[in-house]
């Protein structure tokens, strides 16, 4: 029997690779998935009927390495990858090793100006494989879009307040779900743009939102300082994450789903079961709102930004403090690892942005130029290159090594609430306060 498997390489369109490869009376091996490069590998398999997920990371890979010999390494640490799958794992890695180098000098033009909606953008998000994105509107909509053609393909309408969070259950892109002002989340089909559920259940505002990375669970963050998790399927609220005693702002994931960290206006970040809402550690050490939270690839490490002009490295599995990352002279509004996590990004409404070692603690590079608040930033898939978006109406590209500024995105009339690269890193998306969407390429 064949196994679906979702798309998630771009270009990797032979289903047939995919297929179960390993059979026993306990375990099947029913997919290799290939997750963001370069991290590594995700396989999906079942052991007695249930079906369990494990990474194998690749943050080592680079153009040079001898791919032969990482995939012995593989095979020896991992029991699951027989030796009838060894040019298979050969080919992914093969073909991550040849992104890595693509697109490392690539200058960005203005493709097309969306005139997206009729009040300000919130936020943008692209598919995994970066072929629509969607924009959330303080005109209460949700729009999907085709990257190739800028042109609309649905309008998700049906909040009776601003859309604040918007977010695709990547790898799978087949859904999407957008939190609103209005208190609820919705759940709708890309294809169609079916609504499936509406979740209600927040006495305030929704903020933030999640998918886990199986695609069963869809977390929202709220003003109203809970976090819930609602079944995708059925529609029904799993958990409420109650602890915090302020607006929670952040809500992400780890790799594997068993882990959900929020982030406060409390001062703290909690890391939660994703599974019995428990609490796992409350991240004590700043000293003012928390305004962004994330783990690493690896899950080994957690990355907090505050109001309090720092962000903090914290040891992921005992919830240690183990640097305080500074230097900004205000507050820290977006920070990131690239996906190796050996490089952490910090963007601050000094209108600086800052590139540390995560091994070193040390910062590496500062990103200066901007003219306003820097409320966004993130690294390319590759890992050379850094987007920020700004308060001065810009988005700029930087040498992530070296911290130059390569290039400025001009042309937005108003500050830039949101900006991403797509999975390849040869396109941008910026939204603004002008209402307007541009893409670049």
């Given at each position: 029997?064949?196994?679906?498997?979702?798309?998630?390489?771009?270009?990797?369109?032979?289903?047939?690779?995919?297929?179960?490869?390993?059979?026993?009376?306990?375990?099947?091996?029913?997919?290799?998935?290939?997750?963001?490069?370069?991290?590594?590998?995700?396989?999906?398999?079942?052991?007695?009927?249930?079906?369990?997920?494990?990474?194998?990371?690749?943050?080592?890979?680079?153009?040079?390495?001898?791919?032969?010999?990482?995939?012995?390494?593989?095979?020896?640490?991992?029991?699951?990858?027989?030796?009838?799958?060894?040019?298979?794992?050969?080919?992914?890695?093969?073909?991550?090793?040849?992104?890595?180098?693509?697109?490392?000098?690539?200058?960005?033009?203005?493709?097309?100006?969306?005139?997206?909606?009729?009040?300000?953008?919130?936020?943008?998000?692209?598919?995994?494989?970066?072929?629509?994105?969607?924009?959330?509107?303080?005109?209460?909509?949700?729009?999907?879009?085709?990257?190739?053609?800028?042109?609309?393909?649905?309008?998700?309408?049906?909040?009776?307040?601003?859309?604040?969070?918007?977010?695709?259950?990547?790898?799978?892109?087949?859904?999407?779900?957008?939190?609103?002002?209005?208190?609820?989340?919705?759940?709708?089909?890309?294809?169609?743009?079916?609504?499936?559920?509406?979740?209600?259940?927040?006495?305030?505002?929704?903020?933030?939102?999640?998918?886990?990375?199986?695609?069963?669970?869809?977390?929202?963050?709220?003003?109203?300082?809970?976090?819930?998790?609602?079944?995708?399927?059925?529609?029904?609220?799993?958990?409420?994450?109650?602890?915090?005693?302020?607006?929670?702002?952040?809500?992400?994931?780890?790799?594997?789903?068993?882990?959900?960290?929020?982030?406060?206006?409390?001062?703290?970040?909690?890391?939660?079961?994703?599974?019995?809402?428990?609490?796992?550690?409350?991240?004590?050490?700043?000293?003012?709102?928390?305004?962004?939270?994330?783990?690493?690839?690896?899950?080994?490490?957690?990355?907090?930004?505050?109001?309090?002009?720092?962000?903090?490295?914290?040891?992921?599995?005992?919830?240690?403090?183990?640097?305080?990352?500074?230097?900004?002279?205000?507050?820290?509004?977006?920070?990131?690892?690239?996906?190796?996590?050996?490089?952490?990004?910090?963007?601050?409404?000094?209108?600086?942005?800052?590139?540390?070692?995560?091994?070193?603690?040390?910062?590496?590079?500062?990103?200066?130029?901007?003219?306003?608040?820097?409320?966004?930033?993130?690294?390319?898939?590759?890992?050379?290159?850094?987007?920020?978006?700004?308060?001065?109406?810009?988005?700029?590209?930087?040498?992530?090594?070296?911290?130059?500024?390569?290039?400025?995105?001009?042309?937005?009339?108003?500050?830039?609430?949101?900006?991403?690269?797509?999975?390849?890193?040869?396109?941008?998306?910026?939204?603004?306060?002008?209402?307007?969407?541009?893409?670049?390429r």
């Amino acid at each position: 029997m064949r196994t679906r498997v979702p798309l998630l390489f771009s270009g990797f369109q032979d289903y047939e690779a995919h297929r179960p490869a390993l059979e026993s009376k306990k375990m099947k091996l029913k997919s290799f998935l290939l997750r963001y490069y370069p991290p590594g590998i995700m396989l999906e398999y079942e052991k007695s009927g249930e079906l369990k997920t494990k990474s194998i990371d690749l943050l080592d890979l680079g153009p040079s390495t001898d791919v032969s010999a990482l995939v012995e390494e593989i095979q020896q640490a991992e029991p699951l990858i027989t030796a009838s799958r060894t040019e298979q794992v050969k080919l992914l890695i093969q073909r991550l090793q040849e992104k890595l180098g693509q697109h490392s000098n690539h200058t960005f033009y203005l493709f097309k100006v969306l005139r997206a909606h009729i009040l300000p953008l919130t936020n943008v998000a692209l598919n995994k494989s970066g072929s629509c994105f969607i924009t959330g509107s303080y005109d209460r909509t949700c729009k999907l879009w085709d990257t190739a053609s800028g042109e609309e393909l649905n309008t998700l309408e049906g909040h009776r307040n601003v859309v604040y969070a918007v977010a695709f259950n990547n790898p799978y892109g087949d859904k999407i779900a957008t939190g609103s002002f209005d208190k609820t989340c919705k759940l709708w089909s890309v294809e169609t743009g079916q609504c499936y559920h509406t979740f209600r259940g927040h006495r305030a505002e929704i903020v933030c939102l999640s998918f886990n990375p199986q695609s069963t669970l869809v977390a929202t963050g709220s003003m109203d300082t809970t976090a819930k998790l609602w079944n995708i399927q059925n529609g029904e609220e799993v958990l409420t994450l109650t602890g915090h005693s302020a607006e929670i702002v952040s809500l992400s994931f780890n790799t594997s789903g068993d882990r959900i960290m929020t982030g406060s206006f409390d001062h703290t970040v909690i890391v939660w079961d994703a599974g019995t809402g428990r609490k796992v550690h409350t991240l004590i050490g700043h000293c003012a709102e928390i305004s962004s939270a994330l783990f690493n690839w690896d899950c080994s490490l957690i990355l907090t930004g505050s109001m309090d002009k720092t962000c903090m490295l914290w040891d992921a599995t005992n919830g240690k403090c183990m640097a305080t990352l500074t230097g900004h002279e205000d507050e820290i509004l977006d920070s990131c690892f690239d996906y190796t996590g050996k490089l952490i990004a910090t963007a601050s409404a000094d209108g600086t942005a800052r590139i540390f070692s995560a091994a070193t603690r040390k910062c590496i590079a500062k990103l200066e130029g901007h003219e306003g608040d820097i409320s966004k930033i993130s690294f390319n898939p590759q890992g050379n290159r850094l987007l920020t978006g700004s308060s001065d109406k810009t988005a700029r590209i930087w040498d992530a090594q070296t911290g130059q500024c390569l290039q400025v995105l001009e042309g937005h009339t108003d500050e830039i609430f949101s900006c991403a690269f797509n999975y390849k890193g040869n396109i941008v998306i910026t939204g603004s306060k002008d209402n307007t969407c541009r893409i670049w390429r």
